[in-house]
C-alpha cells in the first residue's frame, strides 16, 4: 500500500518562500517520478513540476527560476523549494507518485500567498 504524506504549506506575504516536502511510504523500487500539481477551485489541477528517481527536473513556464524541485531516493520525498511567491501561486498542492504505471496522489496542503 502506498501513501503519500505532504506537509509545509501555508500562509506567506508575496515575495516569500515555502517549502513543501512529500513521504512515500511502502516499498517502491526501481524507476519511478515524483511531482506536484496544483489546483484553485473550479479549475483543473495543474502541472508545477516533476522529478525522476534518476534527478531529471521538468517545470511549469509560470514556476521556472523561482521552483525546485529535489527529491532523496533513500527515504522516498520529493521536495519543492518555492520563492518569489506570487498571488497566483495560491493554490492546493498535491504530490503525485507515478510508478510500475500507477498514479498516486497525495492528500493537498494548501498555499495561499497574500499580503
Known amino acids: 500500500q502506498v501513501q503519500l504524506v505532504e506537509s509545509g504549506g501555508g500562509l506567506v506575504q508575496p515575495g516569500g518562500s515555502l517549502r513543501l516536502s512529500c513521504a512515500a511510504s511502502g516499498l517502491i523500487r526501481g524507476i519511478y517520478t515524483m511531482g506536484w500539481y496544483r489546483q484553485v477551485p473550479g479549475k483543473q489541477r495543474d502541472f508545477v513540476a516533476r522529478?525522476?528517481?534518476?534527478?531529471?527536473?521538468d517545470y511549469a513556464d509560470s514556476v521556472k527560476g523561482r521552483f525546485t524541485i529535489s527529491i532523496d531516493n533513500a527515504k522516498n520525498t520529493v521536495n519543492l523549494q518555492m520563492n518569489s511567491l506570487k498571488p497566483m501561486d495560491t493554490a492546493v498542492y498535491y504530490c503525485n507518485l507515478h510508478w510500475r504505471t500507477i498514479g498516486y496522489w497525495g492528500q493537498g496542503t494548501q498555499v495561499t500567498v497574500s499580503s
Open positions: 522529478i525522476t528517481s534518476g534527478g531529471t527536473t
